[in-house]
């Protein structure tokens, strides 16, 4: 005999264990200088390396090194350099976790690199933009001036030759007249012009103007190089003079045209107009662009860098800013030798001024207001905005980011605290947004946990007392083997909880007869558990003064209605087996069947039937129907015979498919399997169950006494 729980059967519920706070991981980031030098490889590398390098540069002092120390040298500078990378490295990560831990500098970063820094590239795209602009346009006004210029010249010298080509007698009238212009003379007072004859039977030279910008004595009239005399079209261009002493170069507009023809050439016509400073001042009158020092380079292949220094040059002693200052080039000759030459002018403006003059271009009015100027108003009120707005903006977008950061800050430190086991905390809701009602859920949630820890230890209390419970329950069962000759008993019991309703047991009555119970109180657990010990005291105390199965079945009865719940009611199988008379007596008041299988005939096992009804019913009447209808039935037992009492969870566990076990297959295993020992017996239909049964779970008691039959010593009663 043994009571055994079934393999697939739910243990109980696992008790919860309290898991020891693990100290937060070493932070490698925020070791000691002094550990992060002497206890790692790069430090010492960088001891060492620092150390040689010292050692190395005391001995270059005393003279030169050896070719192994400069090798050495270069390995430990090498080394040197690695190290120091490691370490700044290292910084790197450690100034970026620092600075990037919380979570309201992230925010801030993101809003700076998604908001300020694209505001200020835009800002500074601008700037460069008008920048750039600023200088294209005012080089661009003050080139179109001097070019305007050259082509007056020009203009002039190409009159005074055509009309010396036509009458070279009047060559004196013709310069004169074309020089003393009055239109011309107002504009250009230091405008000089000269004519050289082609041969000396030609007309004399002829010259008129200042000529201030020539101060070579030796050479007080221009002559005419080769290089120009052999192009048919002359020369109209910028032509440098040799500063005097420090000064800075004089740039010429000088115009050059053939009077005559190439074939019969009368002689030239030299037009100058020195860029003094009467004619700066005309170009900023015309351009508002006002030219600075001039700076004359050879035209060579290095030509960009040249004019970069030029430009440099140029600009030296002029204060230069980002508005208001630029360099031009253009080109020149030397006028000796055709050399190209390139002269670069430092040009000072106003942007101001430049916009003015390009907004004033566009003479369109709007009710009386000038375009331009209704454009300049508009842009300046659209910056004015646009700083507004962007102040405004982080201005709110600090604002936000704090508000949204302390709310994560809170939540932070009440995690800490619940991580620590302070459930109490509560977190305060100062605003009523997403981050507001997420603190309302946390308060919520630590609430939920503090009632969920209470509910556990209360359920862990009430599992301690089920389990003695149980243990009390399990003790309640017979212990030890059966001393009666002649049988071999053998029993199981499975709870399907902690506790169960079902109950069996077997006393001796005297020395040659066997009482066997087997009952199922209704329901499961605590209640059924205690109507079962109940049960038990009033079973043994009964067996001693009722010797027949349906007498003490009706006192029984009699005794628990007046003590059940009326919701509760107890069926039971009791059998008195007498084994020298080779008789089993026995009643059933609703409980399951009895299998009997006889050893000497072959008609196979027998379910038992005898009428009766259930126990403890509390209604008018149950005592006389429960008498009338309670039988007791007697059989005749011979060696080998097999009896088997089980209760309702046997027959009725299920499979995942809701199939039943059923009493047709529990009869075929005992008739297959009833040759068996009693306890190979209960194996084997504790394996045809578990099997049928599989993943499903059990929901009900599961108890069974098998009653094999070894020795009967006397004659046979008859039913």
């Known amino acids: ?198 041969s000396p039977k030609g007309p004399p030279m002829v010259s008129r103007g200042p000529w201030e910008h020539l101060r070579d004595a030796m050479a007080p009239m221009p002559d005419v190089p ?22 800075e170069p004089e740039l010429i507009i000088r115009a050059v045209r053939l009077a005559g023809t190439p074939r019969a050439p009368v002689g030239w016509v030299i037009a100058d107009l020195p860029l003094d400073g009467g004619i700066l001042t005309r170009l900023y009158e015309m351009t508002g662009v006002k030219a600075g020092r ?89 910056a004015v905005l646009f700083l507004i707005i962007e102040l405004v903006a982080l201005v709110m977008g600090l604002a936000l980011a704090r508000s949204i950061t302390s709310s994560v800050h809170e939540l932070f430190m009440g995690t800490e605290r619940v991580r620590q086991g302070d459930f109490t905390h509560r977190i305060n809701i100062s605003t009523k947004d997403q981050l507001g009602e997420l603190a309302g859920s946390f308060n919520q949630m630590t609430g939920s946990i503090e009632n969920l820890l209470q509910t556990a230890a209360e359920k862990k209390r009430m599992e301690e007392e089920l389990r003695i419970a149980r243990h009390i329950q399990m003790s309640l069962l017979p212990r030890g083997p059966l001393d009666m000759p002649g049988l071999a008993v053998t029993a199981l019991c499975v709870p399907a909880r902690e506790v169960g309703g079902d109950y069996y047991d077997f006393f001796p009555l005297g020395r040659e007869r066997l009482g066997l119970l087997i009952a199922d109180v209704a329901g499961k657990g605590t209640s059924a558990a205690l109507y079962m010990a109940e049960l038990k005291g009033l079973v043994l105390s009964l067996s001693q003064i009722y010797h027949s199965p349906r007498q003490l079945l009706i006192e029984a009865n009699r005794i628990l209605s007046e003590n059940l719940d009326s919701r509760s009611f107890i069926t039971m199988t009791y059998a008195v087996i007498d084994v020298p008379n080779g008789t089993m007596t026995y009643s059933r008041a609703g409980h399951t069947p009895l299998i009997y299988l006889p050893a000497n005939t072959n008609g196979g096992a027998q379910v038992l039937v005898p009428n009766g009804m259930v126990l403890g019913l509390r209604i008018d009447g149950a005592a006389e129907m429960f008498n009338n209808l309670l039988e007791e039935k007697q059989i005749s037992l011979e060696t080998g015979d097999v009896i088997v009492f089980y209760t309702d969870g046997i027959t009725e566990a299920m499979n995942p498919a809701s199939d039943l076990f059923g009493e047709a297959r529990l009869s075929r295993i005992v008739e297959e399997h009833g040759h068996l020992e009693s306890g190979e017996l209960r194996e084997r239909i504790l394996r045809e169950i578990e099997a049928f049964v599989g993943s499903a779970d059990q929901h009900d008691d599961m108890t069974m006494i098998l009653v094999k039959v070894t020795q009967v010593e006397s004659a046979r009663i008859a039913v």
């Open 1 to 198: 005999m043994d009571s055994r729980r079934l393999a697939d059967t739910p243990p109980p519920a696992r008790r919860r264990q309290a898991q020891p706070s693990l100290p937060p991981p070493a932070d490698d980031a925020s070791r000691s200088i002094r550990d992060l030098l002497l206890n790692s490889w790069p430090g010492r590398l960088f001891i060492i390396a620092a150390v040689f390098k010292l050692v190395i540069s005391l001995i270059r002092i005393a003279g030169d090194l050896p070719a192994f120390l400069r090798i050495l040298n270069t390995a430990a500078t090498i080394g040197l350099a690695f190290s120091v990378l490691f370490f700044l490295t290292r910084l790197v990560f450690l100034v970026q976790r620092r600075l990037l831990w919380r979570v309201r500098r992230k925010l801030i970063l993101s809003y700076i690199f998604m908001g300020v820094v694209p505001s200020l590239l835009i800002l500074a795209f601008f700037l460069l933009f008008s920048v750039f602009v600023s200088w294209s346009v005012s080089a661009f006004l003050f080139r179109d001036g001097f070019d305007e210029m050259q082509r007056n010249v020009q203009l002039l010298a190409e009159a005074a030759a055509i009309e010396i080509g036509r009458a070279p007698d009047a060559t004196v009238q013709t310069v004169q007249r074309v020089r003393g212009n009055g239109s011309e003379s107002l504009r250009f007072p230091t405008l000089s012009m000269v004519f050289v004859p082609a």
């Open 226 to 247: 080769d290089w120009v005399k052999t192009n048919p079209k002359g020369f109209t261009g910028t032509i440098a003079l040799e500063p005097v002493g420090s000064g």
């Open 294 to 382: 001039v700076r004359m380079v050879r035209a060579d292949p290095d030509a960009a860098t040249a004019i970069a220094d030029a430009g440099r040059s140029a600009t030296t002693g002029n204060q230069l800013s980002v508005f208001g200052n630029t360099v031009t080039s253009f080109d020149s000759v030397d006028w000796g030798k055709g050399e190209p030459l390139r002269a670069t002018v430092a040009l000072t403006f106003r942007v101001s001024d430049l916009f003015r003059r390009l907004s004033d271009a566009q003479s369109m009015q709007l009710s009386g207001v000038n375009f331009g100027q209704a454009m300049r108003l508009v842009l300046a009120v659209v």
